[in-house]
């Protein structure tokens, strides 16, 4: 069964290359996102990979933690990281999960039950559904889930937009339009009342009964 927006998101132990994680102590009491690969030394996720490394300070800054996946041995993994800097430029300095009992591909829904327990003789387009990415908040509960295909990179700088608003959003009652960028106005959200508006907000513009516009809120 799949996970959607505010189920627990589920806790495991795992071998990584910085050695074993139980993931909730991991996240602590920031932000995290994990993001899934269905095979090492495919050419996709090695782009992916080494842009999440150029990226990871971004991520820092957002109190977010990233860690990877993919369904195959942590010591692939570490030979797979000498490839991706070959390749990216990047170093990959986060961890990677190794998977290679499918125990948390198929926790997260991304394979199915009877997917097997081994990673061996499986290739990529057995495991293509292990291509998502999950924002988990201090509460641990999936706040976001986006899954791509196999030959479609994915832009992980939209994650970071998201993460922005997500944050944004949970520490105000606001929402954010389509396209939103960091700085740019803001959707009121409707269980605010147009003067508890003027008094949290300041101005705002109505344009439509249900559509109000502000700045973004500092803090």
């Given at each position: 069964?799949?996970?959607?927006?505010?189920?627990?998101?589920?806790?495991?132990?795992?071998?990584?290359?910085?050695?074993?994680?139980?993931?909730?102590?991991?996240?602590?009491?920031?932000?995290?996102?994990?993001?899934?690969?269905?095979?090492?030394?495919?050419?996709?996720?090695?782009?992916?990979?080494?842009?999440?490394?150029?990226?990871?300070?971004?991520?820092?800054?957002?109190?977010?933690?990233?860690?990877?996946?993919?369904?195959?041995?942590?010591?692939?993994?570490?030979?797979?990281?000498?490839?991706?800097?070959?390749?990216?430029?990047?170093?990959?300095?986060?961890?990677?999960?190794?998977?290679?009992?499918?125990?948390?591909?198929?926790?997260?829904?991304?394979?199915?039950?009877?997917?097997?327990?081994?990673?061996?003789?499986?290739?990529?387009?057995?495991?293509?559904?292990?291509?998502?990415?999950?924002?988990?908040?201090?509460?641990?509960?999936?706040?976001?889930?986006?899954?791509?295909?196999?030959?479609?990179?994915?832009?992980?700088?939209?994650?970071?937009?998201?993460i922005d608003s997500i944050q944004l959003t949970a520490k105000h009652q606001v929402a954010t339009p389509a396209n939103w960028q960091q700085g740019e106005d803001v959707i009121i959200t409707p269980a605010v009342s147009n003067e508890d508006a003027e008094k949290r907000f300041g101005s705002f513009e109505t344009i439509l009964p249900y559509l109000r516009?502000?700045?973004?809120?500092?803090?």
């Amino acid at each position: 069964m799949s996970l959607r927006i505010n189920d627990a998101a589920p806790d495991f132990s795992a071998e990584t290359t910085h050695g074993t994680i139980n993931f909730h102590d991991w996240v602590g009491d920031g932000w995290a996102v994990l993001f899934s690969h269905p095979k090492d030394f495919t050419p996709v996720c090695t782009t992916e990979l080494g842009t999440m490394a150029g990226l990871e300070d971004e991520f820092k800054k957002r109190n977010t933690k990233i860690i990877g996946i993919s369904v195959d041995p942590v010591e692939d993994h570490v030979r797979w990281k000498e490839d991706i800097k070959k390749a990216t430029g990047q170093a990959v300095e986060y961890p990677m999960i190794g998977d290679s009992d499918l125990k948390v591909a198929k926790l997260y829904g991304m394979l199915p039950a009877d997917a097997g327990d081994s990673s061996d003789g499986r290739t990529a387009a057995d495991n293509q559904t292990v291509r998502s990415v999950y924002v988990v908040g201090p509460d641990k509960k999936v706040k976001l889930v986006l899954t791509y295909p196999m030959t479609t990179g994915r832009n992980f700088a939209e994650i970071l937009r998201a993460i922005d608003s997500i944050q944004l959003t949970a520490k105000h009652q606001v929402a954010t339009p389509a396209n939103w960028q960091q700085g740019e106005d803001v959707i009121i959200t409707p269980a605010v009342s147009n003067e508890d508006a003027e008094k949290r907000f300041g101005s705002f513009e109505t344009i439509l009964p249900y559509l109000r516009k502000t700045k973004q809120p500092a803090g």
